[in-house]
């Protein structure tokens, strides 16, 4: 299992960036997606995250201003980032719980990583 994260770069803030993560590999279920980020000199944190259903779950910090979504395919999550301010600043990480493999064992999948930078 693979997750291809992409859609970082330098925006200014006030600014908008769309991510896109896409799972593929030998994928039977996807329970959810998230994004997570982490700043330099901070830990881990989730930033928003879907279910199978749909029901998605924000932090606190960027309700109102992100929006995370599926794509038709399922396989495929994207965070809308709306009104970028310069604590946005952080390498975000694409998140899969997903049963896969020829015994469908369940596991969190993590992406590559991808930097957002929101300059003042």
Known sequence: VQLQASGG???QAGGSLRLSCAASGSIFSINSM??????PGNQRELVAAI?????TNYADSVKGRFTIS???AKNTVY???NSLKPEDT????????LAA????????YW??????????
């Open 9 to 11: 770069g330098l925006v």
């Open 34 to 39: 998230a994004w997570y980020r982490q700043a």
């Open 51 to 55: 279910t199978s259903r749909g029901s």
């Open 70 to 72: 599926r794509g038709n």
């Open 79 to 81: 965070l809308q980032m």
């Open 90 to 97: 952080a390498v975000y990480y694409c998140n899969a719980n």
């Open 101 to 108: 493999g020829a015994y469908f064992i369940t596991n969190n």
């Open 111 to 120: 992406g590559q990583g991808t930097l957002v930078t929101v300059s003042s």
